[in-house]
């Protein structure tokens, strides 16, 4: 099991490093990198900084020539990479199942010829439904409003549309990047996203922090010390804030490890979360793991959802509560307005799931508590078709918890 969880590791810290939009300076200065630490002055909560919008033209330079095929037996992630690149001269109609494993976003530049089956805005579109019935609550005003969630993540483009009006707080913590990253615009959406969030109406207090610092040649040297103050100045500013606006989860996108140093700090900063009300949701905090979906086919529908891409690459034990994970359509680090479509996710994506639907869970029943809501979520978990496992069910599982206010 740990050994699976370290796979998981390393899948979490290439889909968040690869394409970071500082790793170029990381390159050039070696370990020469300035880490800051922005805060609220005098505790007035505040947008300390403004990144600035990520370019990933990069990716493709120039006019494309060829698409890059799909190979399922291949561990390469990013495999079929269109983000910000211009396919025009390509025909493409003979290249569904290739496109169909696609990651792209809305500077991609498609050609006239398309197969007929493949429409990038419609995906897009799928991709942005939470699923398994999320807007059904949201339409009966289940989502999220009044709850705080905080986020530590990377750095963050503070002012795309899909989560500007939530985001309450964004702060540094020992944080490199002055321009926008791809994983905190995602984990952002994923949470409280207006189109694709779980919880659209809880507030957003959010900290860019790195978990370590960077050596020469990309080395990486893991340290969960500044992940500890994270928590910590979470906890400080969950006590400024309104008995009706408090922060009842913390999303941390990482497994926090024993083999990691500052591992004991983390676990510390957690439990006094804990203390103070707030869980603390990372991989591997619970088990739970990621579910696959056809790009083509609804969200809402269990039968859309498979084993996750990177997860048929490990045994798999159909013990572990399965949530959404690929094939989402979130905010990009791009530009305030654009968006990207991910086909391959990884535990990261999981980790604001979780907490945007914890956030449901405290806004009809103020008194729930980690234990009980994992309880209620064994317990009604669905199955489909191809009997994966224990899919989450958001809509029994709130059922659930607002039955356990009302029996008291």
Known sequence: MKRFFRAIISTVLIAVLLFSPYQTAINA???????????????????????????????????????????????????VDLRSSDLTLLDLKGRLRDLTFSSFDSKTRWPGKLPEDFNPQKIMDLGKNPGLGVRALHRK??????????????????????????????????NPGD?????GPAVASIAVG???????EADLYYIAETHGTFGENDSFDWDLTWLAKSIDRIVEVNKILPKNKKIRVISISLEIGSWFNGYEKALAAI????????????????????LGRDPLKSADDVNSYSIGLFLKKYP?????????????????????KDYVFYRE???????PYVAGLYALACQVNSEITPEAFWKEAEKTCGINKDKLGKIINPSKLLDNIKRLKNSK
Not at 149 to 160: E, G, K, M, R, W
Not at 179 to 183: G, I, L, N
Not at 271 to 290: L, R
Not at 345 to 350: I, K
């Open 29 to 79: 200065e070696g370990n020469n990198i300035v880490y800051k630490t922005l805060l609220s002055p005098k505790n007035k909560l505040c947008i300390v900084t403004k990144p600035l919008a990520a370019d990933f033209s990069s990716i493709h330079p120039g006019k494309m020539t060829e698409l890059p095929g799909y190979n399922e037996d291949s561990d390469q992630m990013w495999q």
């Open 141 to 174: 005003g289940i989502n999220g409003k009044g709850i705080g969630i905080a986020i530590i993540d990377q750095t963050l483009l503070v002012d795309h549309v899909e989560y500007k009006n939530r985001l309450k707080m964004y702060e540094e913590i020992h």
């Open 179 to 183: 321009v926008a990253a791809m994983h």
């Open 194 to 200: 207006k189109s694709a969030g779980v919880a659209p």
């Open 271 to 290: 439990d006094k979360a804990k203390k103070e009300g707030i869980y603390t949701v990372y991989v591997g905090s619970y088990n739970f793991t990621g």
């Open 316 to 336: 798999y034990k159909n013990e572990q509560i399965l949530i959404p994970m690929d094939s989402r359509c979130t905010a990009s680090p791009t530009g305030p």
């Open 345 to 351: 996710g990884g535990m990261s994506w999981t980790v």
